[in-house]
């Protein structure tokens, strides 16, 4: 016989937890504020959640707009709605509510910032939705990492809090350093705090010997390219500023000595697919042969953290 045990825990709402609506709009919670410094309506009602209204229009999910008309329209005159999907209320029919509710058509209202009491330049929409809580909680994806172990090809670090990974710094990230002209941080990202093998190994013995931070290298990413490029038949070469070639050179027998003193596998390798929590090959053939339901159980659930 199976026992299951379940242990529930209530956790307080913090900054950086997660919360949606009913339409995909997602996000996670980037201030918690008293009560009194919200924004308040024109009879002193405080708001409970101030949503970015840019999170409306490239993503055209305008369904939360009209939930929230229909919504304080519904509270208003005391009813219950239900709206089919496909099939639902329409702006006229929304319009028509809002005039019942006494409210203005656009279900827009001025509202006056809670710390000041000076109202607001623009009417700004208000209404009542649904948010949810999601088990995406900040206390249990808080991570950090000095070194730690990379990835055998693109010599990155690993992703992930599992594989005591690096924190991914994507596309939309490095726009938002170079909107601020953070440019030595950026270079530093890209560079020793990425895959420069060897700028790295020498930024790590010069914080721990308090020396000044060397200037970074060639990035391994950049030299994969090169090799990528030469593998299609491409003669790519590196030129300086006065058209003299740059030879790229493989990882040096010094840093990877250093490395070693200082307690860094430069070539460590990429954990097994087990390692992930993943089923092999081998054993996902013998249930596939010997299930009955060809090994589609409802109850096998892939719960994989989300990167």
Known sequence: ELVRVYVAQRRKISEGDKMAGRHGNKGVIARIVPEEDM???????????VLNPLGVPSRMNLGQVLEAHLGWAAKMLGMSVVTPVFNGAREDDLAKVLTEAGMVEGGKVTLRDGRTGEPFDNPITVGYVSMLKLPHLVDDKIHARSTGPYSLVTQQPLGGKAQFGGQRFGEMEV???????AAYTLQEILTVKSDDVVGRVKTYEAIVKGENVPEPGVPESFKVLIKELQSLGLDVRVLSEDDQEIEIKEVEEDVIETAKELGIDIHEEEPLE??????????????????????????????????
Do not use: H, K, Q, R
Request: proline residues 6%; negative net charge.
């Open 175 to 181: 726009w938002a350093l170079e909107a601020y002209g």
């Open 274 to 307: 087990e390692d992930y929590g993943e089923e092999s090959d081998d054993d996902f053939d013998d249930e596939f042969m010997n299930d009955e339901d060809f090994g589609l159980d409802s109850e096998d659930e892939d719960d994989g953290e989300e990167e």
């Open 39 to 49: 924004p308040f309506l024109p009879d002193g009602t405080p708001v409970e959640i």
